[in-house]
């Protein structure tokens, strides 16, 4: 985990470095939309957003795999609790003697 934090905190450092010595103006065009912006402040939308999208895939997929987790765990135990029939049903006799 702290690996993970060491290389993020490098990652935005670089990001912003690189930000605040690109504070040029440029046009983007995407679809019929034109917009004049700083490279800077494209760069730290882009930034933004993918941050976004990383989270909110990850979120998801930890989701997914939990859900999948989660119905494993209930068909085994519907599976043990069927076996457990199954043992009780075809021996009646020991039951019994049991009993």
Do not use: C
């Given at each position: ?76 135990q519907k599976n043990e609790a069927a076996v ?16």
């Open positions: 985990m702290k690996i993970k934090l060491g290389i993020s905190l490098v990652l935005a450092v670089l990001a912003f470095i690189f930000i605040s010595q690109n504070i040029e103006t440029v046009r983007v065009v995407f679809l019929s939309w034109s917009i004049e912006t700083s490279i800077a402040l494209l760069v730290f939308i882009i930034l933004g957003v993918g941050i976004i999208i990383g989270w909110s895939l990850n979120s998801y997929l930890r989701f997914v795999r939990n859900r999948k987790r989660a119905k494993g765990q209930e068909n085994m457990s029939e199954s043992i009780d049903v075809a021996t009646p006799g020991d039951k019994e003697a049991h009993e």
